[in-house]
């Protein structure tokens, strides 16, 4: 069962995504726990306000924690281009 409660091609609220991913670090449930946080902090600085959450395979293709995974309004990626997000374990 998901930790989470996204479905995919939904929008959702920037704040409402970070604090989901917050709540499952602060309850012991991820590995990576400083690596995670930056990516919030990525998510913070460059996506919007409301994004889309479109997960492109499995794992780490479908953790809400890897921006790549998070889509603006038009579809368009929520990092700029260049900014690399490494892959994680859950």
């Known amino acids: 069962m998901a930790w989470h409660h996204f479905q995919a ?3 959702y609220r ?3 995504v ?3 991913c917050e709540r499952r670090v602060a309850i012991g449930g991820v590995l990576c726990v400083t ?3 930056g990516l919030f902090e990525l998510l913070r600085q460059h996506a ?3 994004v889309v959450w479109a997960p492109c395979s499995s794992g780490w293709g479908a953790s809400p924690f890897n921006p ?3 889509r603006s309004a038009d579809g368009a990626a929520v990092l700029p281009a260049g900014v690399a997000v490494q892959e994680l374990p859950e």
């Open 48 to 50: 919007p306000a409301e």
């Open 9 to 11: 091609g939904e929008r």
């Open 68 to 70: 790549n995974c998070w």
């Open 14 to 16: 920037l704040s409402e």
């Open 18 to 20: 970070v604090a989901t």
């Open 35 to 37: 690596e995670k946080r």
